[in-house]
């Protein structure tokens, strides 16, 4: 049986208060019409995601406090702390992919958002299916544990030594699956997916990045899933932290949007995250590692590898 915090009142007031958080997201959007996002809109947006988060884990402390104690609130409390920045921070190698799809297509400013919004919302259906597989698969299978830690563990060593490299779309399989066999336009027409009916329907450039962003969520959320689970197998946790981070990937996107090669050394820090995140699953059954410890390394090595990349521009390291 899988252990969870998550009663039925939890799971109807996280769902709610995603609901409502993405109506207004829509709404919001849609007020404002098809429009380029600007720094400052951005960067709105990326604080009130967090802040969301951040209420949200102050509402489940101080439940858990009132219902199971002190020690109990402040374990969840940590639990989903660093499993949130774990995702966030994983979220950010998303994010350039995510750019590099955009330039690649020459996307539309004004039809971003909405590409956006529909990627956040299949990672959002996406992870709610490869977390409960996961948890049910942990709760049965706990030599799974292992493989997952591994699996990690070699993701980063690969991420590492792919850091750096500017990856090739033209040589991606899919990519070039769906250019031989899907018959589509080279122009883009507003927002349309595709034109004309049956046999005449020709899909635009925005369906081939929809699908291409869906394909990309796929891949991420398969690393990203089993390095929270070594913080914690409770599924409400998983989820909850999960969905807050991918919550603000809209506005994270515009926000590094003209950032991405200031932060050119993070993708060695995402790359270490994962080896430390595989090698603590492998060590569980020698070594349990605190939470406040995973939190604190987590942190150290995202805000080195920020401070380095700011202290030393890419074109620097470069000469």
């Given amino acids: 049986m899988m252990e969870t915090i998550g009663n039925v009142w939890l799971w109807a007031g996280f769902s709610g208060l995603v609901l409502l958080a993405l109506v207004a997201d829509l709404l919001l959007m849609r007020h404002g019409g098809a429009h380029k996002v600007t720094f400052k809109e951005a960067a709105w947006w990326s604080m009130g995601w967090v802040a969301l988060a951040l209420l949200f884990n102050l509402a489940l402390w101080w439940y858990v406090g009132q219902s199971a104690g002190p020690e109990e609130a402040r374990r969840i409390g940590l639990e989903f702390l660093t499993g949130y920045l774990v995702e966030k921070a994983l979220a950010v190698d998303n994010i350039f992919v995510f750019l590099m799809l955009m330039g690649y297509f020459a996307v539309p400013e004004e039809q971003r958002q909405r590409v956006l919004v529909i990627g956040i919302l299949g990672a959002i259906v996406l992870r ?115 969905v807050f981070a991918v919550l603000g990937l809209r506005a994270m996107f515009f926000l590094l949007a003209g950032m991405a090669e200031r932060f050119h050394l993070l993708p060695y820090g995402l790359a270490v995250v994962l080896v430390f995140i595989g090698a603590k699953m492998l060590l569980v059954d020698l070594y349990k590692i605190p939470v406040l410890w995973s939190l604190g390394v987590v942190g150290a090595i995202l805000a080195t590898t920020i401070a380095l990349s700011l202290a030393r521009p890419a074109r620097a390291a470069a000469d």
């Fill in 128 to 242: 709610a299916i490869l977390i409960f597989a996961g948890a049910a698969l942990l709760a049965h299978f706990h030599w799974m544990l292992y493989v997952f830690g591994a699996f990690l563990l070699l993701t980063g060593v690969k991420m590492w030594f792919a850091a750096g490299k500017e990856p090739s779309l033209e040589k991606n399989p899919v990519l070039r699956w769906l250019t031989a066999h899907v018959p589509f336009v080279r122009r883009y027409h507003g927002g349309a997916l595709w034109l004309g009916r049956g046999s005449r329907r020709k899909f635009t450039p925005l369906f081939i990045v929809l699908v291409m962003i869906g394909i990309t969520d796929v891949i991420f959320a398969v690393d990203s899933i089993p390095a929270i689970f070594a913080i914690t197998t409770d599924p409400f946790i998983v989820l909850t932290s999960n």
